[in-house]
């Protein structure tokens, strides 16, 4: 019994971790997860393409947890293999989660859809994307369950979530030219200072009115100001990109930072992002907005 399925990467409108609002929107870059399942077997083992040394402890569980709810308790293999980098504030755990879920899905034979109504969907891709949160949970790699981040990953669009409670407040779609920079250092959410991300709700209140007003591209970049000095980043990589962009902000918990350009924006160029960003260490990586999120291939 064997599996595939992707899931997409994500940018920040607004960081969760100082109120449990949080939002996130899907971006064209992918993580694939392969899982062949053994039912004379109960052990999950992992491996992730990228680094062999990686914890593969999440994916795991994720296999984990889908065959309990839905399988068998088979056991198997997971691997993943990604086009988003690992701790760079673009949503590889929640990617990699989602991506795997629904690969044990496939291997079960599960249909996925949307609609909690239909008789042929087995399971919707919300109900799995509480799965991985779960095991995100679990496995200690989030703070705040990271709903937003797994549900833009899942769904495509922008995700707006409490994730106090895994509810998803609203979702559109959006179209967007995205331009991120990756510094070469690593950022693990799980690392992340809570207080000093608390100490600044007032803030994030703000974001979150923003976003729920579909003022997004305004949302990320006070949000990135924001988060930036309550995290100790630099805030000039925001700065220098908003005279050209819609939108920039800190992804996540960082390092990397993500600008935006609405293509009804007559001022946003990120051409010219790009040459601003141009002499900084790290990597530069043009995509765009994604609204259908993660499937099984």
Do not use: Q
């Not at 052990?43 to 990228?50: K, N, R």
């Amino acid at each position: 019994m064997e599996g595939r399925a992707a899931a997409l990467g994500a940018g920040t409108v607004l960081n969760a971790l100082a109120t449990g609002t949080g939002a996130a929107f899907g971006i064209d870059v992918e993580t694939r997860a392969t899982v062949a399942l053994d039912s004379d077997s109960d052990a999950v083992d992992g491996m992730i393409a990228e680094d062999a040394d990686a914890d593969t402890e999440l994916i795991e569980r994720c296999v984990a947890l889908a065959v309990d709810r839905w399988g068998d308790s088979e056991g198997g293999t997971v691997r993943t293999d990604s086009d988003v980098p690992l701790a760079a504030g673009l949503k590889s755990s929640s990617a990699a989660a989602n991506a795997t879920v629904l690969a044990t899905c496939d291997a079960l034979g599960l249909t996925i859809g949307d609609d909690p109504d239909d008789p042929s969907v087995d399971v919707t891709r919300l109900e799995a994307c509480r799965l991985g949160v779960r095991a995100a949970r679990e496995a200690g790699v989030t703070v705040t369950g990271a709903f937003d981040d797994a549900a833009a990953s899942m769904l495509g669009g922008i995700a707006v979530t409490d994730n106090g409670s895994d509810e998803l407040r609203s979702r559109d779609p959006v179209d967007w030219d995205v331009l991120v920079w990756t510094p070469p250092e690593r950022a693990y959410t799980a690392d992340a200072d809570v207080g000093r991300c608390e100490a600044i709700a007032p803030m994030a209140d703000l974001v979150a009115d923003l976003a729920l007003d579909g003022r997004y591209a305004e949302a990320m970049t006070v949000n990135g100001l924001a988060f930036s000095a309550a995290l100790g980043f630099d805030a000039d990589p925001a700065v220098e990109a908003m005279p050209h962009a819609s939108g920039v902000s800190l992804s996540g918990t960082g390092p990397s930072v993500v600008a935006v350009a609405d293509p009804t924006d007559p001022d946003a160029d990120l051409d010219a992002v790009a040459d601003a960003w141009g002499d900084r260490p790290g990597t530069l990586r043009r995509t765009t907005t994604r609204n259908d999120g993660a499937a099984v291939e």
